[in-house]
């Protein structure tokens, strides 16, 4: 059956048609709804409304009048007052589907679009949008944090399955640390990339991420298959002459590089302690060359 021609198709509403918005209502557009209306403050979410949705943006109180399934794809810290304004305005929101996509807020965040009839759902995409025109596909496949009441719960998985991702529940009171983790892992290893290519380059490396491709691409497929005993290096080896001069030569070109080495160095070492893969003394040994007079 095509997607057009399944039933339930819902009108949906984009405030906030930036790079995740246009990229989800577009996947939901690929399922047989229909994009309605989004709105869309910055230029480049009125290009991305354009060429991803088809329509031109308009007032966020017209896309809660046409739509059923409306998104709220805003930055974390502005999504409070949209939902309290949307509220606040007397906007209609009797059984529309409310759906925010932030991975830090759950369901409380929408209670006052709840109070007046609004059914709140929290999707959340594990995948890093760019703009760029494979943000589309990234989705196929990828897992969604989801948080919902219990009635709402198979609406909620429907909506994902047809987005082409996979749903995990999240319960409501562990979202701020479930999005602490991924914004860890995945966001936390761009920047300590992007600054071992400067470290490289600085020496003279002239293509750092061909020479760091491999060598990251082997260790993140090792760690997701293995665990922790994928772990290698001076840490895990009990090297503690060469963590000191890791430390020192980092303090000489890059003091803020310093100070995140030493403290991942010291949660490896108490990580490979704990799981039985570094000996009490080479954790003590290496614990001292992290310590002592770094900061003087």
């Known amino acids: 059956m095509e997607a057009a021609d399944r039933p339930a198709r819902l009108g949906v509403g984009v405030l906030g048609a930036g790079k995740v918005g246009s990229a989800l209502g577009a996947a939901l557009a690929q399922a047989g709804h229909r994009v309605v209306a989004a709105s869309g403050v910055s230029d480049s979410s009125r290009r991305w409304a354009a060429a991803?949705?088809?329509?031109?943006?308009?007032?966020?109180?017209?896309?809660?009048?046409?739509?059923?399934?409306?998104?709220?794809?805003?930055?974390?810290?502005?999504?409070?007052?949209?939902?309290?304004?949307?509220?606040?305005?007397?906007?209609?929101?009797?059984?529309?589907?409310?759906?925010?996509c932030s991975g830090a807020y759950g369901l409380s965040v929408l209670e006052p679009a709840a109070r007046k009839g609004a059914l709140p759902l929290a999707l959340h995409p594990?995948?890093?949008?760019?703009?760029?025109?494979?943000?589309?596909?990234?989705?196929?496949?990828?897992?969604?944090?989801v948080t919902a009441p219990?009635?709402?719960?198979?609406?909620?998985?429907?909506?994902?399955?047809?987005m082409g991702?996979?749903?995990?529940?999240?319960?409501?009171?562990?979202?701020?640390?479930?999005?602490?983790?991924?914004?860890?892992?995945?966001?936390?290893?761009?920047?300590?990339?992007?600054?071992?290519?400067?470290?490289?380059?600085?020496?003279?490396?002239?293509?750092?991420?061909?020479?760091?491709?491999?060598?990251?691409?082997?260790?993140?497929?090792?760690?997701?298959?293995?665990?922790?005993t994928a772990l290698t290096g001076p840490v895990v080896r009990g090297d503690a002459g060469t963590v000191r001069k890791h430390v020192d030569a980092l303090i000489l070109a890059a003091p803020e590089a310093a100070d995140a080495y030493v403290a991942l160095a010291r949660l490896t070492a108490d990580r490979a302690l704990a799981a039985g893969l570094l000996k009490p003394e080479e954790a003590e040994r290496l614990l001292d060359a992290l310590g002592g007079n770094i900061w003087t």
Not at 150 to 162: K, M, Y
Request: net charge negative; with cysteine.
């Open 126 to 145: 594990v995948m890093t949008f760019t703009g760029r025109d494979d943000d589309l596909n990234r989705i196929t496949g990828c897992s969604f944090g």
């Open 52 to 100: 991803r949705l088809g329509i031109e943006p308009v007032r966020p109180d017209e896309v809660v009048a046409a739509a059923q399934l409306i998104l709220l794809t805003v930055p974390d810290d502005a999504l409070p007052d949209l939902v309290g304004g949307l509220a606040a305005t007397g906007a209609d929101l009797r059984g529309k589907i409310l759906v925010h």
């Open 150 to 162: 219990e009635p709402l719960r198979p609406i909620a998985e429907a909506l994902v399955i047809e």
């Open 165 to 228: 991702g996979e749903p995990v529940w999240i319960a409501d009171t562990d979202r701020p640390l479930y999005h602490a983790a991924l914004a860890n892992a995945s966001n936390h290893m761009v920047t300590l990339i992007a600054e071992s290519e400067e470290l490289l380059g600085r020496i003279g490396v002239e293509h750092p991420g061909r020479m760091l491709g491999p060598l990251l691409g082997a260790a993140l497929d090792n760690v997701l298959r293995l665990g922790l």
